[in-house]
């Protein structure tokens, strides 16, 4: 007798439970269904097929008739393996051993419970599943002749179709989620269709799928917790200045810009990985931006507006509180890529208050934009520019769920699989807690952002770009710069940081992180996790030629920023309290703007 029949046999199913469950599901099911159609909100869009994907799809089925050999071969191959694997299945079913067919990659969670490899029909449903989606993915790549941004598009989508269709994902082709169903009577179904409810009232009707426990953190309390007082503020951020944990720092205060995508304590988790908690205990004077989350009454703020109300608003604050106006700078992602904005404007205007600047996962070059690419084209910018202008912003769910896209697997059908088909809650997790604290994007700077830099990518161009009547060329930029860049990032791609810290005319640090666009920067030295790789030499002209120079280190990239930041630190000079400078305490950190939820207004 197998381990799963053994499993089986000891489930106590009782069928009068079973059709009780049944039956509240459906009736759940029910309240769901019109509570959907009461409360779904329309945008006004009248495009059917805003995504562009009818003409993509239709030029790859061009390209396929004009060239049937390509697709001849795959669905050859495809049947060839097919006959393979119901020859194996019938060969295990006679009590053999045989090899796979086809086996899923090491790095694909979804197949890991045991019973895709042991029992012989989930193993056949699996590898069948796997045959199919190469077959696919083999016939959209084998398309000849399309242009770069539509075989893109193209291979993205198929792979979010062939992701979302994995027997995984379906209660009756899941062994883990028949399990449960078998074991609880069928209440796991009625529990996850409450949590579906759940989540599309917590939509407005839209479904949000919940990806952590909403409830185990409060800002403040048990999340971003290092001691500050916001000392400073205006319509587009707050100001906090962190409290010393030493008698002495470094004379020259650092200045964090996080992106205004997110919340700003992604770098302030948790003590134990909070870049912020660290900066201070290494004697840093440290202000971070918290950028407001912004409504339909900021609908016309411009990436302008960004610039003057957030550093360079800080830079005269931090001059207030400190007496200090030389100030070494952090930007993160597009923080980053403002950063850039700004050493270009101050170079212009033979401004030398920056000293230093430390680029983390930040792209100046947008020429190659990795898979975000696939969402912005003249097509869908145009229709988002609609719903924005309707609204005056872009929803924070928008873009939270197109971020979530680029790793579905991780970040979308887990959770279904959790929430809805084993019918559990999901579980307390910092990181997924911020990642569910989506913002707003004001309606004319999100467009701006958009054409400027990922369509026309004019911040590279020498006065390609004009910010506060000023034209800016960020080859000038002399300021010495510290890139850190990750090696799976799916959102800043590291090749594409590599080229956008070239552009800058002075001494460039580039290091590369293991792990992506979050783990790889919140990666603190008592952790010990994943390394990075160093090169000491001038940058070369690729960033292949620069990889295969490096030198892999153990540890955490903070240790070896540390090391560069010194070196343009200037020195000691008493701990300087929030409040004690010209700017007075307005409110302990985090702050009100970083309270204020998506769905709530400011």
């Not at 759940?28 to 159609?37: L, P």
């Not at 185990?216 to 962190?242: D, H, R, S």
């Not at 070059?365 to 898979?371: Q, V």
Request: glycine content about 6%; overall charge negative; aromatic content about 10%.
């Amino acid at each position: 007798m197998t381990d799963s029949q053994k499993r089986t046999e000891s489930l106590d199913f009782d069928p009068l439970a079973w059709s009780s469950a049944m039956a509240n599901a459906a009736l759940t099911a029910q309240q769901m269904a019109q509570r959907f159609v009461t409360e779904t909100t329309v945008d006004g869009s009248t495009d059917p097929d805003p995504l562009g994907l009818v003409a993509a799809f239709g030029e790859v089925a061009a390209a396929l008739m004009r060239n049937p050999t390509s697709t001849w071969n795959a669905q050859l191959a495809m049947w060839q393996d097919s006959m393979s694997l119901w020859t194996n299945t019938w060969q295990r079913l006679a009590g053999q051993d045989v090899e796979s067919v086809i086996e899923p990659d090491a790095e694909d969670r979804r197949f890991r419970d045991d019973s895709w490899r042991d029992e012989v029909l989930f193993d056949f449903i699996k590898q069948s599943y796997l045959l199919a989606s190469r077959c696919i993915l083999s016939s959209v790549r084998s398309a000849q002749g399309l242009d770069e941004k539509t075989a893109a598009k193209a291979d993205f989508y198929s792979r979010q179709y062939i992701d979302a269709l994995a027997p995984t994902n379906f209660a009756l082709t899941n062994p883990q989620v028949l399990r449960e169903t078998q074991s609880s009577n069928g209440q796991n179904l009625v529990d996850g269709l409450n949590n579906m409810l759940t989540d599309l009232q917590r939509g407005n009707g839209n479904l949000q799928i919940s990806m952590t426990d909403s409830e185990a953190f409060e800002l403040g309390v048990n999340i971003a917790t290092t001691p500050g007082k916001v000392v400073y503020q205006n319509e587009m951020m707050q100001l906090i200045q962190y409290s010393p944990t030493t008698d002495s720092v470094f004379r020259r205060p650092i200045l964090i810009m996080p992106p205004w995508i997110n919340k700003y304590y992604i770098l302030d988790l948790r003590p134990k990985n909070s870049l912020v908690k660290w900066l201070v205990e290494q004697g840093y004077t440290v202000f971070i931006i918290s950028w407001v989350n912004p409504d339909e009454r900021l609908a016309n703020k411009r990436f302008d507006d960004y610039l003057q109300d957030g550093p360079l608003a800080a830079l005269d604050a931090i001059e207030q509180a400190t007496g200090e106006s030389e100030v070494n700078v952090i930007g993160y992602c597009l923080g980053g890529t403002l950063l850039a904005t700004l050493l270009a404007y101050l170079t212009a205007r033979d401004d030398t208050r920056v000293t230093s600047a430390t680029f983390l996962t930040s792209m100046i070059d947008f020429a190659e934009p990795g898979e975000l690419g696939v969402f912005i084209d003249e097509e869908q910018v145009a229709n988002l520019e609609k719903k924005m202008n309707a609204r005056g912003y872009l929803d924070g769910a928008s873009m939270a769920t197109t971020f979530n896209k680029l790793r579905a697997n991780d970040l979308i059908w887990s959770f279904v699989i959790n929430n809805y088909l084993l019918g559990k809650e999901p579980f307390a997790f910092d990181l997924l807690y911020w990642n569910s604290d989506s913002t707003r994007m004001p309606a004319r700077m999100h467009s701006d952002y958009l054409r400027s830099m990922y369509m026309e990518n004019r911040l590279k161009e020498p006065g390609g770009l004009t910010v506060a009547e000023t034209p800016i060329d960020v080859t000038q930029i002399k300021t010495p710069a510290y890139f850190l860049s990750t090696l799976e990032d799916h959102i800043s791609p590291w090749k594409s940081t590599f080229a956008g810290a070239k552009l800058l005319g002075g001494p460039v640090r580039f290091v590369l992180g293991a792990s992506g666009h979050i783990a790889g920067v919140v990666n603190p030295p008592d952790a010990n996790k994943y390394g990075y790789w160093t090169r000491p030499r001038a940058l070369p002209k690729a960033a292949d030629t620069w990889f295969a120079g490096a030198t892999q280190n153990d540890g955490s990239w903070w240790s070896d920023w540390a090391k560069w930041s010194k070196r343009h630190s200037r020195g000691q000079v008493p701990a300087r309290v929030p409040g004690d400078g010209r700017l007075k305490v307005i409110e302990d950190a985090p702050g009100a703007y970083a309270c204020v939820r998506s769905d709530a207004k400011r």
